[in-house]
C-alpha cells in the first residue's frame, strides 16, 4: 500500500499550494471541492481544517511519497502543528462503471404556459438548445455513456427530441445507451401508481440495474432536467471515491434571498452533511439552516453574502447504498429531496461537494427569462461555446440567418432567420423566426418556429387579413417571452407599461408572470393590439 505520513507547522497568513509538476501550484480544488487559500490568521476554517486532519474521513488523493507543501510568511507568530494522518492512494474514477438517471421533472407548474404542452425539459433554451441538452451534454463530455432520462408528463416532444438528437447524429456511445423510461403502469396494486416523486421515479425502475449489461456499474449519478450550468461530473465522482462517500451531494453557496428556494444543507469541517432541509419556509427555519460558508473556503466578503448552502439535486450514490435505501431501508419514501436524504445522514457517510462554477436552477419563469437573456451580454457568466465541452442539440440543417439593414446589439440570433430592417437589442431570436421592417425587439427571447412557411402562403395570408408566423411591421416589444410559432400583427405594442406583475388572459392569448408577458404557443395577436 502507498502511503506518506508527515507533520506541519503552519503559522499566520498560511496557504495549502499544491506541489506540481512545475513547482507549487495555488488555487487547486480541495477535498471538498472548494479552492484552498484559507489562512491562519483570524480565520475560523483552519479551526476546522486542525480538527478534521485528525479524521480518516479526509481521503486527499496525495500521490505516494509526495508531500503536500506548507508556504509561510513571517507576519504572525501563531502557529498549529498538526501531525497528518496517513492516506491511501486512491484508484481513479472509471465512467465505465458510472450510469447517470436524469429525472424528466415534474407536472412543469413553475413554467407554465411554456410547459402547457411540453415538459420542462424540452423546453427552449439559449435560441436552438432544450434544458434537456445540458446534462445530456454534460455526461457525453464527462465520458459517462450510460444514461437514463425517466419521464412522465407532456413527454412526447421530449421523446421526440431525444431520439433524433442522440441515437446516431455523431455521437457514439460506443458500449453505452441512452433509454427513455417512461412512466408506466405494472401488474399488482403498488404498480398502478404513476411516480409519485423523485425518489419513486427511480424505484420503479432499479430493476434495470441488476441486468448483466449494467453489472460493471459501481455509482449512480443523479441528475436534473432543468438547470443551466457546465460541469465536468468525473470530477465529481472522484471525490465521492476518494472520500469513500455513500452518497455525494453536488452544492452552491447562496443569497439568503433564493435560499428558500432549495435543499440546504450543514456540514462539518470534514465536508460530511450534518443536516438537510428541503426547502425551509419561513425566516425562523431559514436563519436556522445559516452557516458560515468561509469552511468552503469563501472570502469574508463571499460568505456574508452567502451564508447558505444549497443543493444542486445533483447526486452521487454508491449503487448498493441506493438499492438499500429505496428497496428496503425507506420504500414508502418517494422523494430525495424532502425524505431519502435526511434520513440517510442518520446512517451513511454524506458528503458534501462544492461547485465554484456558474449554475442556475431553472425553477421560475422569472429565473428561465433571466438565464437566457443573461446569454447575451457581453462578458456572459455563461456561454454554450466551449469547444472542449460542445453542447450538443438536434441537428437542424438550416440555412444561416439573412439580415437586411438591421442594427443588432447584444443579441443571438439562430440559424434561418429573416431579419428585415429591425432593431434588436438585449434578445435572443430563435430559429426560423421572421422580423419585418420597424420591429423593435428589446429585453425578449423569441423563442422562434417550427417550421417556414413560403413566401406565397405568406402574401395569401396577408392578402385574407390574416397573420403570419412571425412579428409584422412595426411592432415594438419589450420585457417579453414569445413562444414557438406564435403570430404577431403590424403595430403591435407589447410593453407592459403598467406594469402588471400576474395576469392570466388566455384567451387573448398571453400571460404575465413576474413582470413578464409571455406570448402562447401558435397565439396571433392580432394588429393593432396593446399589451
Not at 429525472?103 to 423546453?123: D, E, H, Y
Not at 457525453?140 to 444514461?147: F, M, P, R, T, V
Not at 447562496?254 to 428558500?260: D, Y
Not at 400583427?489 to 407599461?497: L, S, W
Amino acid at each position: 500500500m502507498d502511503s506518506i505520513c508527515c507533520c506541519a507547522t503552519l503559522r499566520a497568513n498560511t496557504h495549502f499550494p499544491r506541489v506540481g509538476k512545475f513547482g507549487l501550484v495555488e488555487g487547486e480544488n480541495g477535498s471538498r471541492g472548494e479552492k484552498v487559500r484559507a489562512s491562519v490568521k483570524g480565520n475560523g476554517w483552519i479551526n476546522g481544517l486542525s480538527r478534521s486532519l485528525s479524521t480518516d474521513q479526509m481521503a486527499w488523493r496525495i500521490k505516494p511519497r509526495l508531500a503536500y507543501s506548507v508556504m509561510t510568511s513571517d507576519n504572525g507568530r501563531e502557529t498549529i502543528t498538526k501531525q497528518m494522518p496517513i492516506y491511501e492512494k486512491q484508484s481513479a474514477a472509471d465512467p465505465k462503471n458510472v450510469a447517470s438517471i436524469i429525472l424528466g421533472a415534474g407536472a412543469g407548474t413553475q413554467l407554465f404556459p411554456l410547459t402547457s404542452r411540453t415538459a420542462t425539459p424540452a423546453v427552449s433554451i439559449g435560441g436552438c438548445y432544450k434544458l434537456i441538452d445540458i446534462p445530456m451534454s454534460n455526461c457525453i463530455n464527462s465520458g459517462i455513456n450510460k444514461i437514463f432520462v425517466l419521464t412522465q408528463f407532456n413527454s412526447a416532444l421530449l421523446h421526440r427530441h431525444i431520439t433524433q438528437t442522440y441515437h446516431g447524429n455523431g455521437i457514439n456511445f460506443l458500449d453505452g445507451f441512452v433509454e427513455i423510461l417512461a412512466a408506466t403502469q405494472t401488474p399488482g396494486e403498488a404498480g398502478m401508481n404513476w411516480f409519485q416523486g423523485t425518489a419513486d421515479a427511480v424505484r420503479q425502475f432499479l430493476w434495470l440495474f441488476k441486468d448483466a449489461k449494467n453489472k460493471e456499474i459501481d455509482n449512480i449519478l443523479i441528475l436534473s432536467g432543468d438547470q443551466l450550468y457546465r460541469m465536468d461530473y468525473m470530477e465529481l465522482v472522484q471525490n465521492h471515491i476518494d472520500r469513500n462517500a455513500d452518497i455525494t451531494l453536488a452544492c452552491v453557496p447562496v443569497g439568503e434571498s433564493r435560499a428558500s428556494d432549495y435543499g440546504l444543507m450543514k456540514i462539518d469541517s470534514a465536508g460530511r452533511v450534518t443536516q438537510f432541509c428541503e426547502k425551509p419556509k419561513g425566516a425562523d427555519h431559514l436563519k436556522e439552516m445559516q452557516v458560515d460558508t468561509r469552511l468552503m473556503g469563501l472570502t469574508l466578503e463571499e460568505a456574508t453574502a452567502k451564508p447558505y448552502i444549497a443543493s444542486m439535486g445533483v447526486y452521487v450514490f454508491k449503487k448498493d447504498v441506493l438499492l438499500k435505501l429505496l428497496t428496503w431501508r425507506y420504500p414508502n419514501a418517494n422523494d430525495f429531496g424532502s425524505e431519502i436524504i435526511p434520513l440517510a445522514l442518520k446512517e451513511h457517510n454524506v458528503k458534501a461537494y462544492l461547485f465554484r462554477d456558474y449554475w442556475e436552477d431553472i425553477g421560475t419563469l422569472k429565473s428561465f427569462y433571466s438565464a437566457n437573456l443573461a446569454l447575451t451580454e457581453e462578458t456572459a457568466k455563461f456561454e454554450f461555446y466551449d469547444p472542449k465541452t460542445p453542447f450538443y442539440t438536434r441537428p437542424r440543417f438550416l440555412p444561416p440567418t439573412r439580415t437586411d439593414r438591421c442594427k443588432i446589439k447584444d443579441a443571438i440570433i439562430s440559424h434561418g432567420c429573416f431579419l428585415e430592417e429591425c432593431t434588436i437589442e438585449h434578445s435572443i431570436v430563435g430559429e426560423r423566426s421572421r422580423l419585418h421592417s420597424g420591429v423593435e425587439l428589446k429585453d425578449t427571447l423569441m423563442m422562434g418556429a417550427d417550421s417556414y412557411q413560403t413566401e406565397p402562403e405568406i402574401a395569401s395570408l396577408l392578402a385574407q387579413g390574416k397573420v403570419p408566423i412571425g412579428v409584422g411591421q412595426n411592432t415594438k416589444i419589450r420585457n417579453c417571452i414569445i413562444d414557438k410559432n406564435a403570430r404577431i400583427g403590424k403595430d403591435v405594442i407589447i410593453m407592459n407599461k403598467d406594469g402588471v406583475q400576474e395576469a392570466d388572459r388566455s384567451e387573448e392569448g398571453f400571460y404575465v408572470r413576474s413582470g413578464v408577458t409571455i406570448i402562447l404557443e401558435k397565439t396571433t395577436i392580432k394588429d393593432g393590439t396593446v399589451i
